[in-house]
């Protein structure tokens, strides 16, 4: 990456930052990028859900972030920030490098992306909604607990419904191998049997 920086003259206009464990620090860091007109740029293989990402933008960076996970959900292509193929270099590198030109010949452009990320966050990931959609869950869970009892007595019927109308009758029909053939008793004639339930 070094070597990179260096053949095309970028010293002093990327940065390479490490893993943070520090939260406070984290906003500061995406601001003074953010001071500079920079980007975020998340090229990993894959983001389970971009956190770093909802971060960045939520402190005013236009994101560009891989196109696998998370961050897919999270940006709306061209409009909220970009997507890139992490294992397509090339075209990841035309299209960071498209966005920076694009920023040098309108100088609005950057400001409609970081407005428009901004949008995306308060619209689908605030504390708020988060918050609504935890609720959400809880109030259906509570509601099916309360209805699981009677559908457990409903599945019960069901089951014991398709026993006896279903499977029993294919059981009947399964072919029993017969250890040992027992000795025949004498049938009675149907007439006899007859007096015996009266």
């Not at 966005?99 to 949008?119: D, H, S």
Request: charged share 25%.
């Amino acid at each position: 990456m070094h070597m990179l920086i260096e053949k095309y003259q970028l010293k002093g206009q990327i940065r390479w930052i490490a893993a943070q464990t520090g939260r406070k620090r984290n906003g500061e860091i995406y601001r003074s990028i953010a001071d500079s007109k920079g980007a975020f740029v998340q090229p990993g293989l894959h983001e389970a859900f971009g956190l770093s990402v909802i971060e960045a933008m939520n402190c005013g960076l236009p994101t560009i972030a891989t196109n696998q996970g998370g961050p897919t959900e999270i940006i709306a292509d061209g409009v909220s920030g970009f997507h890139i193929d992490p294992n397509n270099g090339d075209e990841s590198r035309i299209k960071i490098a498209d966005f920076f030109q694009i920023c040098k010949e309108e100088p609005g452009y950057w400001n409609r992306i970081l407005i428009q990320g901004l949008q995306r966050i308060y619209e689908c990931y605030t504390w708020k909604i988060y918050a609504n959609k935890v609720l959400n869950m809880g109030c259906i869970y509570s509601f099916w607990r309360q209805q699981y009892r009677a559908e457990k007595q409903a599945k019960g019927r069901y089951t014991q419904t398709f026993y006896n109308l279903q499977f029993k009758n294919l059981v009947k029909n399964l072919p029993i191998k017969k250890e040992e053939a027992e000795p025949k008793q004498k049938a009675k004639p149907q007439a006899s049997l007859r007096q015996e339930c009266i």
